[in-house]
Structures are given as structure tokens and as C-alpha cells.
């Protein structure tokens, strides 16, 4: 079982910048691949990005590729997410989710936090 909760969601303006983070309450953190996700209002969610387990391998969607950065932290069982240079179309609810592997879908999911641009 694997409890996940984000944090760090708010209004910023374009051009600007916020982290969100992922607290994973698991025995074993570093065995997960993690991934961020987002919803817009009356849209499907998407994928934003994913990380390894150890971190040293990351993937991007094309839409924040250049803007956004995952980074995890396993001693303290946290995943990030930098975002710079928002823009009002990444206004959305963010979820984090893991999985066991690359090869697995991602099993469980937090409650997301939700990020608004402002124009």
C-alpha cells in the first residue's frame, strides 16, 4: 500500500514559478517509479512526466519539456516537481502516482493539488 499526498499547488502568474511535492508513505520509497500527472477542468487527465526509481532517468511530456523538472529525494520518500515559466494552460489539478515498474501501470495515485496561472 502506498499513500500518496501533494502539496505546494497555488495561484501564480504567468512567468512564474512553483514546486510541488509528493509524499510517499511507504516502506520502501526508492522501489518506485513515480510519475506527475495533471487534469484541467473538463478535459482528460494527461501525462506530464516520470522518474525512475533511483532518479537518474526522467521523461517529459512535449507540452512542459524545457519548463518542468522532476527530481525525487528517496531519503525522505518525496518526488518534486519544478515548474518555471507557467503559462495559463498548465492550469490544472497535479497528481503524483507510482508504480512498481516501467512496465506496470501506475497503481496508486494522491489526491492532487491544483496549480492556476494567471494571465
Known amino acids: 500500500q502506498v499513500h500518496l499526498v501533494e502539496s505546494g499547488g497555488g495561484l501564480v502568474q504567468a512567468g512564474g514559478s512553483l514546486r510541488l511535492s509528493c509524499a510517499a508513505s511507504?516502506?520502501?520509497?526508492?522501489?518506485?517509479?513515480m510519475g506527475w500527472f495533471r487534469q484541467a477542468l473538463g478535459k482528460e487527465r494527461e501525462f506530464v512526466g516520470r522518474?525512475?526509481?533511483?532518479?537518474?532517468?526522467?521523461l517529459y511530456a512535449d507540452s512542459v519539456k524545457g519548463r518542468f523538472t522532476i527530481s525525487r529525494d528517496n531519503a525522505k520518500n518525496t518526488m518534486y516537481l519544478q515548474m518555471n515559466n507557467l503559462k495559463p494552460e498548465d492550469t490544472a489539478v497535479y497528481y503524483c502516482?507510482?508504480?512498481?515498474?516501467?512496465?506496470?501501470?501506475?497503481?496508486?495515485w494522491g489526491q492532487g493539488t491544483e496549480v492556476t496561472v494567471s494571465s
Open positions: 522518474i525512475t526509481w533511483s532518479g537518474g532517468d526522467s
Open positions: 502516482a507510482s508504480r512498481t515498474s516501467a512496465s506496470t501501470p501506475y497503481d496508486y
Open positions: 511507504v516502506h520502501s520509497f526508492s522501489s518506485y517509479a
